[in-house]
DNA sequence: ATGCCCCCGTCCCGGGGA
């Protein structure tokens, strides 16, 4: 069993390359972020036209996220724990979970943060809170779970291709990298970091400047495992091909193999 | 240097992304 995330950088933008994907094989499930669009406006018609199932938690314009798969997905879950009174608040689409073919599957947008400090770090910080408290009790559940998605974060030096061009930046600032820590820290495993130690796999790639040509590339799209599913993991990887299309996303398809 | 590029909205600029 494949899981992959993918953040498409808008769904309608891209539906043809995730149909694509789709079709090709490559994948059993796929984890996708910033769709832009509502639920409304899902494509549910396209993917069942060629047998595949969708839980999507849009909105308009921003974030949305959505599982994708050929296996049946249940028991959908939309959003996090709230921690404070501030997190009832929160109507940013930036989490969705549910059952698929035994693994516990979530789909993560985590937000930005820049500029940093400000309100919107503040705002990253306390949504890595939120997503602790839900990793944990998948943990404490000792459940099968595969937690995927963009986390805007660059865990390590060895995932920037220059971290001296991001100092000072909420994807490399030390209290981003501590609560993905901490998330690792519960039993979680990031799965390329444990397949690829030597690093040099990247995930994004501006659109600016030439850093496709380049290879100046970021690692930020993680699938983290809890033990269930780490002692299960047989592969990792990350698909670049995506990347190279004509009108590609920013990002390109993490991937997993579970037994 | 916070721009280079890309996506969205009721739209030819500005907000957001990373």
């Known amino acids: 069993m494949r899981i992959t995330c993918w953040n ?10 995730v149909l694509d994907y789709c079709r090709s094989g490559q994948t059993d499930c796929l984890l996708l972020q910033e769709l832009k669009l509502t639920d409304e406006a899902f494509p549910h018609d396209e993917f069942s ?3 595949w199932n969708a839980a999507a938690h849009g909105q308009k314009t921003y974030n949305g996220v959505a599982i994708l798969s050929r ?3 249940i028991d959908v879950a939309k959003g996090l724990p709230c921690l404070t009174e501030d997190d009832k608040a929160d109507e940013q689409s ?4 549910a059952t698929v073919a035994g693994f516990r599957v979530g789909s993560i947008y985590l937000p930005n943060g820049n500029p940093c400090p400000g309100p919107k770090f503040d705002y990253k910080l306390a949504w890595m809170k939120r997503l602790h408290s839900r990793a944990q009790v998948l943990f404490a559940e000792e ?3 595969v937690l995927g998605g963009d986390y805007n974060v660059m865990p390590q030096d060895i995932d920037c291709y220059d971290p001296s061009a ?13 609560a993905f820590f901490s998330l690792l820290n519960l039993g979680y495993t990031d799965a390329i970091r444990a397949i690829h130690p030597q690093g040099a796999q990247y995930s994004y790639w501006d659109y600016q400047a030439g850093a496709w040509q380049r290879d100046n590339g970021i690692r930020i799209d993680h699938l983290l495992l809890s033990p269930e599913a780490s002692s299960r993991l047989k592969n990792a990887g990350i698909d670049k091909r995506p990347r190279g299309l004509e009108r590609p996303s920013d990002h390109t398809p993490v991937w997993v193999e579970v037994v």
């Open 8 to 17: 498409v950088n808008s769904l309608k933008a891209r539906l043809g390359h």
């Open 49 to 51: 036209a060629i047998g």
């Open 166 to 178: 991001w100092a000072g930046d909420a994807l490399w600032h030390m209290d981003s990298r501590a």
């Open 143 to 145: 459940i099968p779970a």
């Open 94 to 97: 930036r989490y969705i979970e």
């Open 71 to 73: 296996h049946d997905i």
